[in-house]
Each structure stands twice: as structure tokens, then as C-alpha cells.
């Protein structure tokens, strides 16, 4: 393990981030904290660490990561392993993720030149500009999450099927038994989960299905410990392993989701089969760069994961702060402008690319990020963070797109060093609330801007038919500076996700600290003028001086599950946010 400082360890200490030097088989909590943005884990929660010389998976629940494990026993590689946590997920952690929904995979196959797919949903070809208005003006963003309309075609069994064809080694049908066993068998409803059942009823039990699977008759969700069986899903996930993929997207599946969408008691909106049978998965090209002698490498558009993370990173490249250190304010004023500027540039630029010219090498050009780190005092926080012209930018406006926090990050490596970084939504807490077949629908189409153009000028991320909508997620891969995976991480929390990949990849290579410290590291949020500090923390101690910098400082609640595994003296050593139930488990 690496050296600490003093300075280091104080700062951990402070922010309650005790971490467990443990190389058991399996990571083990005493007490499953809350789930995310419901409250953080204590000291006593942080897991043990888990180290391998073969392979591993770390994901957000236990069961899910040891379905992942589970096909690497068997000789999977790390793309079998992170489609089979995709698949417990769906069973396990229904509110976050799963088949109905989509997500982005960063895959390095063992050379170093990693590849992307794009598994974002797409909106049904009857969207338009103005299909959140009513009455000639955009409902309210709660208004919008319920029911038909925030549902686009889900593509994360395309996702599934594109990286099993190339990079898989199971079969197609071995990466459901997992999944299968949790959904017929049963799975225990934990602390987080029924929180999380107690706090979105509204979508949670949107349908009869859904209230009968996890509430009980007097409408209180099922205790702590209840064993909670989906034989619908079960069945259907037989089905699909069975069948193939193209059995999603065709024939009774097909028809049950246009239907839902089309037929839902709120916000009924058309989708048809068709819709459905459309939809394509894609390889995109990854998006890297160099900081600090480390190569960054994440998702590109229409992901504003990959380019705002290194815009952050880069813009503070030429300060010092592994002298500042994470116990320095300057340190956390410093990150707070340089996310600001690069999230002005987010909101203006970033898109689904198959409709609109997204400037990535622009948003990615050494020069252009100099002159937006010159921007940045070391002594005075920015008046306010205005989007930059990179080249090759056109005139947009920024539009009006909330985001909410769930999500699901996990990561899979395995025996021949292959990686997997594997980021999957239904955004909001159990989507839309619409279900078929025992999996939830995604709520993906709030992500796009709710308006589509401002004073005449068009918004980059307006809705249109067969577009994908902007997303947050960022799954990473950073290549230390001999050329090999140093760590593979990524998080939760819609555009939070960005504000903790970035800290996690200061804190290793400017603090020194190990991928389990620098997940727990607290972190700040600052979106905008006001930046959040995470509440209950070191960081919380420093708004006095952040204010005195000239921030507008706010306090948040630890919303925040990341998940991540790094490279160790020849071994993997996975790690887990302690604010979660996350864990990594090894082969």
C-alpha cells in the first residue's frame, strides 16, 4: 500500500472515511447504510477490501457483483461478468437500473485502446421539440417523470448483445442464471431498498404489479429482510436467454412496452413496435486525454461524462494540488471553479452527435482549455462561469434540462486483464413506474431540455424524433503512465456522477490515495454559481473559507455511489462507496 501523509490521513478522518486493509474473498458490511442521497454510511460500514491477482466486479449491491464474479469462475471474460450484473441489477436494485433502461460501457480487451457502446434510449419517432408542452408551455419536471412520455425505447439488451458479440466468451443464456436464480428464488429487501420504497411510492407503485411485489396490503412497503420473488421476470428472463436478444425487441415484449407507453393513465404518449423494433446499439468513439502522465479515457457524446470530467481535470492541471493537498480549501476552490466553467460548457455543447455537431475536439483542445484555465484565480472565485467558444463550437443556447439522482456504476476485470466499465439508468428511482414483464421503464426522457430553443437559438439538447438524450454518466478508464489500466471507476447521481468521477481521479493521482480513500473522500458539486459541499463532512468545515474565496457555498446531502477497482502491484484491489451497499467481490 502507499504511503499517506499526515495531512491525508487527518482529512479522511475528518470526513468519517475509516478504511479496512482486509483482503477477505468477499467485501462484508456490518450495516447496509441508505441508499443514495438518503443519508451516509458510517465508519463501521466501509467495507473490507477485496485484492486479486485474477478477476473481480464491484457494483452497487452484493448479490449483483457476485453474479458477476460468478461468470468469471466459469471462464467469462470481464464483458460476461458486467452483463451479468446489468441482468441481477434489473432483479436486485430495480430503481436504478436494469433492462429497461440503457447505459454506456467502456471496454479495454487487454492493449490498451479502449472501446465504447452506446446503449443511450432513444425517443419514439412521434417526439418532437414540444413534446413536454401542453398548452403551448413545458410542464412542470415533476409533472413529466410518471407514466408514458418520459419513457424512451430502453437499449441496454442491445448494449448487452454488441459487447457479448465482441467480447464475450460465455454464452449468451449462461449470463441470465444469476439473474434467474434472484428473480424465481427471491432476494432480501434491505434497509436502502426499502427506503427507497418508502420514499418513491409514487413510482414504485405506479401499477398494481408493482404494489403487489414490493408493498404491502396496508400500502407500507415490505419489511427489512422480506424475501421478494418476481416470477414474471423470471419467466421472462428465461425467455430472453433463451431466445436471444431480438426477443426483447419484437413480438409480445415489444407490443406490452408501446402499449404502456402509449396506454399509461398519466402521460399517455405514442410509441409503437416499431419504435421498439428500431433501435440499434452503437460503438462510438472513445474520448481521451493526458493529465498528469495519465492517459483519462471515457464516453463520449451523447454522454457529457467523458468531456466534462477532463475539462475539470485538465483546467486544474497546472496548479499544484498535491502540495495543497485535500486538508487545503484552495484545493477545493480551485476544483470548484475549474467544474463550474466545464459544466457551462456541458450544458451549452453536449448532445446526441447524430443530430447535432457537438464540438468534442473543440471541448478536448489543449489550447482552448488553457485559455479556460486561465479563467480560474487561485485566490478569487469566478463572478460567474459562462460557457466558452471551443473550436469548431456552434451558436446553441443552453435549455432547461433537470436531472435526478439514481443510476448504477460497476466494473469488471478479469484473468487476461481485460476491463469492463459499465454505467446503466432508468433514471429516476423506479423510471417511469410503468412495468413490463417485472422490469421497470425508464423515465429517460427527462434528460433531454424541456424547452427546446431560448431567445430563438436552438438548444443542442431538444427533444427530436429518435434522438438520445443527453446523459451524465461516466464511466472511466485511467491508464497510468506506463500504458496500463490503473483504475476503472465511475458513479451514480445523475450530474453528480461527474463531480465524483473527477474528485476520485484527483484524489489518486494528485493525493496519493487508494481508489477505497478516494471514493470515500468527500466531495463537492458546483454545477453552477452555488457549489455544493457534501454535508457532514471536512468539506462542510471549509464553506467559511470557500465563502471567503467569493463562492456561493450550499450544503447537500451525501448523494453519491460510485464503484470502482484499481491495479496494485499486480493485483486488483476493488473499492465501493461507503455511503452504499456497494461492494466488490472477487473470483
Given at each position: ?13 475528518l ?7 482486509s ?7 456490518e ?19 477485496v ?11 452484493p ?8 461468470m ?6 470481464a ?17 436504478s437500473?436494469?433492462?429497461g ?17 452506446d ?27 410518471p ?27 449462461k ?15 434491505t ?12 413510482t ?20 427489512v ?9 423470471a ?9 436471444g436478444?431480438d ?9 406490452a ?5 402509449s ?12 419504435d ?11 474520448v481521451?486525454?493526458?493529465y ?47 467544474m ?5 460548457d ?9 443530430f ?18 486561465a ?5 478569487r ?10 473550436p469548431?463550437a ?20 478479469d ?14 428511482s ?6 413490463v ?8 426522457l ?5 424547452v ?5 437559438v ?9 434522438k ?12 497510468g ?16 456522477i461527474?463531480?465524483q ?29 452555488t457549489?455544493?459541499l ?5 468539506l ?23 464503484n ?8 486488483w ?9 456497494g461492494?466488490?467481490?472477487?473470483e
Amino acid at each position: 500500500m502507499r504511503a499517506r501523509s499526515l495531512t491525508l490521513i487527518a482529512a479522511l478522518l475528518l470526513s468519517g472515511c475509516a478504511v479496512s486493509t482486509s483482503t477477505t474473498p468477499a467485501a462484508v458490511r456490518e450495516a447496509p447504510p441508505t441508499e443514495v442521497g438518503h443519508g451516509a454510511a458510517s465508519p463501521a460500514a466501509q467495507p473490507a477490501l477485496v485484492s486479486s491477482a485474477k478477476g473481480m466486479v464491484s457494483a452497487a449491491d452484493p448479490r449483483a457483483a457476485a453474479a458477476g464474479a460468478e461468470m468469471l469462475r466459469q471462464g467469462g471474460s470481464a464483458a460476461d461478468a458486467a452483463l451479468a450484473t446489468l441482468l441481477a441489477l434489473t432483479v436486485v436494485e430495480p430503481q436504478s437500473s436494469g433492462i429497461g433502461g440503457g447505459g454506456f460501457l467502456v471496454y479495454d480487451d487487454g492493449d490498451g485502446s479502449p472501446e465504447t457502446y452506446d446503449g443511450r434510449e432513444t425517443a419514439p419517432a412521434a417526439a418532437n421539440e414540444t413534446w413536454f408542452f401542453v398548452n403551448g408551455k413545458p410542464l412542470d419536471f415533476p409533472e413529466v417523470i410518471p407514466g408514458g412520455r418520459s419513457v424512451g425505447v430502453p437499449g441496454n439488451v442491445r448494449l448487452m448483445a454488441l459487447a457479448h458479440r465482441n467480447q464475450g466468451r460465455l454464452a449468451w443464456a449462461k449470463l441470465f442464471e444469476p439473474a434467474i436464480r434472484l428473480a424465481r428464488d427471491g432476494f432480501a429487501v434491505t434497509p436502502r431498498f426499502r427506503e427507497m420504497l418508502a420514499n418513491n411510492k409514487e413510482t414504485a407503485g405506479y401499477t398494481a404489479t408493482g404494489r403487489a411485489l414490493l408493498y404491502q396490503a396496508d400500502g407500507t412497503p415490505k419489511p427489512v429482510g422480506t424475501i421478494i420473488r418476481n416470477p414474471e421476470l423470471a419467466s421472462f428472463l428465461e425467455q430472453l436467454a433463451r431466445k436471444g436478444p431480438d426477443h426483447f425487441y419484437s413480438g409480445q415484449n415489444a407490443a406490452a412496452i408501446a402499449s404502456a407507453v402509449s396506454t399509461a393513465r398519466t402521460n399517455p404518449a405514442p410509441m409503437t413496435v416499431g419504435d421498439v423494433i428500431a433501435y440499434e446499439a452503437k460503438q462510438r468513439p472513445p474520448v481521451c486525454g493526458e493529465y498528469r502522465g495519465h492517459r483519462i479515457c471515457g464516453m463520449g457524446p451523447p454522454s457529457s461524462g467523458g468531456t466534462t470530467v477532463f475539462a475539470i481535470l485538465k483546467q486544474l492541471e497546472r496548479f499544484p494540488l498535491g502540495q495543497l493537498g485535500p486538508a487545503s480549501p484552495q484545493s477545493w476552490h480551485l476544483i470548484a471553479d475549474s467544474m463550474r466553467l466545464a459544466f457551462a460548457d456541458r450544458n451549452r455543447y453536449l448532445a446526441d452527435p447524430d443530430f447535432i455537431s457537438v464540438p468534442t475536439t473543440g471541448l478536448f483542445d489543449a489550447g482552448y482549455l488553457a485559455q479556460r484555465s486561465a479563467l480560474i484565480s487561485p485566490d478569487r472565485a469566478l463572478a460567474s462561469a459562462e460557457a466558452g467558444t471551443p473550436p469548431g463550437a456552434p451558436r446553441l443556447a443552453e435549455g432547461l434540462t433537470p436531472e435526478v439522482i439514481s443510476t448504477s456504476h460497476f466494473v469488471a476485470v478479469d484473468q487476461w486483464g481485460e476491463v469492463a466499465s459499465l454505467t446503466s439508468t432508468i433514471e429516476s428511482s423506479f423510471g417511469s413506474g410503468l412495468m413490463v414483464n417485472g422490469y421497470y421503464l425508464n423515465n429517460e426522457l427527462t434528460d433531454f431540455s424541456l424547452v427546446p430553443n431560448v431567445d430563438s437559438v436552438w438548444v443542442a439538447n431538444r427533444v427530436q424524433a429518435g434522438k438520445r438524450p443527453r446523459s451524465s454518466m461516466a464511466p472511466t478508464i485511467v491508464y497510468g503512465p506506463e500504458g496500463k489500466v490503473r483504475l476503472a471507476v465511475g458513479a451514480a447521481g445523475g450530474p453528480t456522477i461527474i463531480a465524483q468521477v473527477a474528485k476520485a481521479i484527483i484524489a489518486m493521482v494528485d493525493w496519493n490515495m487508494t481508489a477505497q480513500q478516494a471514493l470515500a473522500a468527500p466531495v463537492i458539486y458546483a454545477p453552477g454559481d452555488t457549489v455544493f459541499l457534501e454535508r457532514g463532512t471536512a468539506l462542510e468545515a471549509m464553506a467559511p473559507a470557500l465563502r471567503a474565496y467569493g463562492h456561493k457555498v450550499g450544503l447537500r446531502a451525501p448523494s453519491f455511489k460510485a464503484n470502482a477497482i484499481e491495479r496494485v502491484d499486480g493485483r486488483w484491489v476493488g473499492a465501493a462507496d461507503p455511503r452504499s451497499e456497494g461492494a466488490a467481490v472477487s473470483e
